[in-house]
């Protein structure tokens, strides 16, 4: 099983930006489809983005379509979550994930592996 950490998250105005990190450890991000997922305070967890092993594809939730970049680096086993125009409605812990397949999805079921999560806050 893959170990993550995330970095990144902190204390951000509204219309900041953030760029969330997720570092592996243990086996290679290549060749699985990874997600980030967040949870605000009394809300269920809640998919945000995806993106193939290869990067070339990618799927966001409408929530942060057009504000938001997933990449990733497999040479060094990061994969990234580029936030933009933060709205406080973004407040929430955001956390990575892995799949076992290279098949990009949006399905919470399909991710295996979790990181702990960082915390991302944005004030209005």
């Known amino acids: 099983q893959v170990q993550l950490v995330e970095s990144g998250g902190g204390l951000v105005q509204a219309g900041g930006s953030l760029r969330l990190s997720c570092a592996a450890s243990g086996r290679t991000l290549s060749y699985r489809a990874m997600g980030w997922f967040r949870q605000a305070p009394g809300k269920e967890r809640e998919f945000v983005a995806a993106?193939?092993?290869?990067?070339?594809?990618?799927r966001y939730a409408d929530s942060v379509k057009g504000r938001s970049t997933i990449s990733r680096d497999n040479a060094k086993n990061i994969v990234y979550l580029q936030m933009n125009s933060l709205i406080p409605e973004d407040t929430a812990v955001y956390s990575c994930a892995a799949t076992s397949s290279v098949v990009v999805t949006t399905s919470q079921s399909r991710f295996g592996s979790w990181g702990q999560g960082t915390q991302v806050t944005v004030s209005s």
């Open positions: 993106i193939g092993w290869s990067g070339a594809i990618t």
